[in-house]
């Protein structure tokens, strides 16, 4: 049994079973399941939100290619290109290029260039953006075309890896650090958050954009929030635990729903 690391706060004793699911919902990504049956469940915590998924398949390689094969195919460059050129209006990366440079010019007190970790950072669109705005972005991702597509297509400084392997040493400290639709997919999101504290320069922050369980839920089980890649779905009182118990502290939590309509939750957190 796939058992998250993160307990809630409540130690588990209010877990009711929410959603059930004996076939993947639509849209979600078809992965070679090599004949296993499809089932997997959320349970959802009655007094934090805290939504907790879990499964009896094998999904070994998840994130190695098939991930990015079955998100992307072999068309990094091309989805790149054509996320690029949405409308601002219909750019999830354009709110939250504004959220992080809104933020960083209140929080440092000024708008100079700042070095930005990208944590999963995928196609690289939002250190792509980030960099025309003069920041100093490194990229950093599980898969080698993606740290591959970051340098040669981005234009950045790129690493591959598990950020809980990469070594401090080796890449510095960052004045921001980004886990852009990240923490939901690793089983023990408190180790990934607590080990940032590591690469966080002094005063620098962390942005972390999750899914928003209470407000996908209202939708109903099959909305992408609660789709099989999850392995928590957040409420605002879940991601507040995750960040004190992290030993950061929360600047700023807000529920709000991307051009795209995914439900999300983000959060600025400060040490
Ligand atoms: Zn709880």
């Known amino acids: 049994?796939?058992?998250?690391?993160?307990?809630?706060?409540c130690e588990g004793r209010y877990l009711e079973r929410a959603f059930q699911y004996d076939?993947?919902?639509?849209?979600?990504?078809?992965?070679?399941?090599?004949?296993q049956v499809y089932n997997r469940v959320y349970d959802r915590c009655s007094l934090c939100g805290h939504w907790f998924a879990s499964h009896t398949m094998n999904l070994d390689g998840l994130y190695g290619g098939?991930?990015?094969?079955?998100?992307?195919?072999?068309?990094?460059?091309e989805t790149f290109e054509r996320i690029i050129a949405l409308p601002p209006d219909q750019s999830d990366n354009t709110g939250r290029?504004?959220?992080?440079t809104g933020f960083a010019t209140r929080h440092f007190g000024?708008?100079?260039?700042?070095?930005?970790?990208d944590v999963g950072s995928g196609l690289g669109v939002f250190?792509?953006?980030?960099?025309?705005?003069?920041?100093?972005?490194?990229?950093l991702d599980p898969d080698p075309r993606s740290a591959q597509h970051a340098r040669d297509v981005v234009g950045i400084d790129a690493a591959t890896g598990d950020f809980m392997a990469l070594e401090a040493n080796k890449v510095g400290r960052f004045d921001v650090i980004t886990f852009n639709k990240v923490l939901e997919h690793v089983e023990d999101p408190l180790a990934m958050l607590k080990?940032?504290?590591?690469f966080l320069a002094p005063g620098g922050f962390v942005y972390v954009e999750l899914p928003d369980g209470e407000a996908a839920a209202q939708a109903g089980a099959h909305r992408e929030?609660?789709?099989?890649?999850?392995?928590h779905v957040f409420s605002v009182a879940s991601l507040s635990a995750l960040v004190s118990r992290s030993q950061l502290s929360v600047a700023l939590i807000e529920s709000l729903q991307e051009a795209s309509k995914k439900y999300t939750l983000i959060s600025f957190i400060v040490s």
């Open 1 to 9: 049994m796939v058992k998250p690391t993160l307990h809630c706060p």
């Open 23 to 35: 076939a993947p919902p639509a849209g979600e990504t078809a992965f070679d399941l090599g004949g």
């Open 66 to 77: 098939a991930y990015v094969d079955n998100t992307y195919g072999n068309r990094l460059r």
């Open 97 to 100: 290029v504004n959220r992080v």
């Open 110 to 117: 000024h708008s100079n260039p700042l070095r930005l970790l």
């Open 127 to 139: 250190p792509y953006v980030m960099k025309q705005r003069g920041w100093y972005c490194t990229a």
């Open 195 to 198: 080990r940032s504290r590591e």
């Open 225 to 231: 929030e609660f789709f099989i890649e999850h392995h």
